[in-house]
């Protein structure tokens, strides 16, 4: 035993939850999903919630659907439910790949969706796939919520725009074209670490040349983010192997890489240029870019 | 805030009642309240992997769900895998193969394996590998118990 005491609370509706968490907010009140980075915090004291709002057992919570053309992520989704493609076409598949990088086997049967992008660690797989995809953040309170920008909802390390009395009920994606492609890779020392960097990009051809490319970095810099540059010097050509190049050099001269004891920034930008290199050969390789 | 919470929980198909704070990890619990010491605690924060046991079918960190969290649900520990003098099949192997030595990581290895084979019966051998990597083995090194998964799989082929 090395937390904290706190008070738990165990909901069975989402309003209840939301009432609960609107009276405890002010005491440092939090959300427990999967808990697979705020318990490890809450060891470590880094955490000490005075109150836990476990919303493990409210069922409207689970698992994830289409609606229109959006794939809705539910507060409960974990990163195993994405093991097996959750949708046809590319996206399915495209998750299923970046959820096989998220840490370890019996960590993805508890960690959430949800839960990455709460967290925000620089490194989450899901902060990136989410900045990438454009997908939406909804923030719940007692009596509203409202959408949010997944970029703009990251803001740094550990760091968005939640407010103390809301939670993430869902995360949105974007279902794209059935024909689009799409790559990822993460380079990691270690299986299952924070990975010092990792790079997804998306895109749709037609009649040879590339089109609506969104490339993202994550891992390397505070937060995940696209690179704007890169997909216009990539956009409305073929994606070549002179292309490829072109842009992973440019993708690593335009980030701010972070530094620690074992990566400094030089070698972190050498590791965004070939992420960046291998995603983009992924895309390129394969219709459903393996 | 210290308040007790009193629980019922479905170990091994037993029912174990116990009083407990929120904060106390499951592994904790499974140890000290219900006297289950095969689960092994090491790091405490979710590295390490000893502490691995299956919930409602999946393998799961002890160390990272509070016990009222498991109410309700159904856990199995390394006590549950024999039956009497027999071993489970998957603890035969890891003999076979010696698979362990000091054996602290024995049990979370086993519960991990067990849970992961239910859902992947046929892995290839990177899945294999890439499942092992979320426990750490100290002494024997991973070798012997890859051995161990493939003799399991064999059997089970």
């Not at chain 1, 240029?273 to 390129?284: I, P, S």
């Not at chain 2, 289950?36 to 691995?52: F, I, M, P, Q, Y």
């Not at chain 2, 083995?137 to 399991?152: E, L, S, W």
Request: net charge neutral.
């Amino acid at each position: 035993m090395k937390a904290a005491p706190f008070t738990y609370h165990r909901p069975g509706k989402l309003e209840e939850a939301l009432d609960i968490l609107s009276r405890v907010a002010g005491q440092d009140g939090r959300i427990i999903a999967g808990g697979q980075s705020l318990v490890p915090m809450m060891a470590l004291r880094l955490a000490q919630p005075a109150h836990l709002v476990d919303i493990n057992e409210i069922a409207s919570l689970r698992g994830t659907g289409v609606e229109r053309q959006t794939l809705v992520i539910r507060a409960l989704a974990r990163h195993a439910d994405f093991h097996q493609p959750a949708l046809t076409g590319p996206l399915g598949p495209l998750l299923a790949t970046v959820a096989q990088n998220i840490a370890h086997y019996p960590i993805r049967q508890r960690g959430t969706f949800c839960g990455s992008l709460a967290h925000a660690d620089p490194a989450s797989e899901w902060c990136l796939a989410a900045v990438t995809l454009g997908g939406t953040v909804i923030a719940r309170r007692r009596g509203g919520a409202r959408e949010i920008p997944a970029g703009e909802f990251i803001q740094g390390p550990l760091t968005t725009t939640l407010e103390p009395d809301e939670m993430i009920s869902a995360v949105h994606l974007p279902v794209p074209d059935q024909t689009g492609r799409f790559g990822f890779y993460e380079f990691n020392r270690r299986a299952g670490d924070f990975a010092p960097a990792m790079s997804l990009v998306t895109f749709t051809v037609q009649d040879e040349t590339v089109t609506q490319v969104r490339l993202g970095v994550g891992g390397a810099e505070e937060t995940p983010r696209r690179l704007s540059q890169v997909e216009e010097a990539l956009n409305n050509k073929p994606l070549t192997d002179a292309q490829i190049r072109m842009a992973s050099e440019l993708a690593a001269s335009l980030i701010t890489p972070l530094e620690d004891a074992l990566i400094p920034q030089d070698y972190r930008r050498q590791i965004v240029k070939t992420a960046v290199r291998r995603a983009l050969e992924a895309a390129q390789g394969s219709r459903h870019g393996q | 805030m210290d308040s007790k919470i009193a629980l019922r929980l479905d170990i091994n198909s037993r029912d174990y009642h116990v009083n407990v704070e929120a904060r106390q990890t499951l592994a904790d619990v499974i140890r000290e309240e219900c006297g289950l010491t095969g689960t092994r605690v090491g790091c405490e924060h979710g590295v390490c992997g000893s502490c691995t046991i299956v919930v409602d079918g999946a393998p799961v960190r002890a160390c990272l769900m509070f016990a009222p969290q498991a109410e309700g649900k159904k856990i199995r520990t390394i006590e549950g895998m024999a039956e009497g003098d027999d071993l489970h099949p998957i603890q035969r192997a890891f003999s076979d193969n010696h698979a362990l030595q000091c054996g602290f990581c024995t049990p979370g290895f086993i519960m991990l394996i067990a849970a992961w084979l239910e859902q992947n019966p046929a892995p290839a051998d990177g899945e294999i590998t890439g499942m092992l990597s979320a426990n750490l083995c100290r002494c024997t090194g991973y070798r012997n118990i890859f051995r161990a998964v493939k003799q399991i799989v064999a059997e089970l082929g």
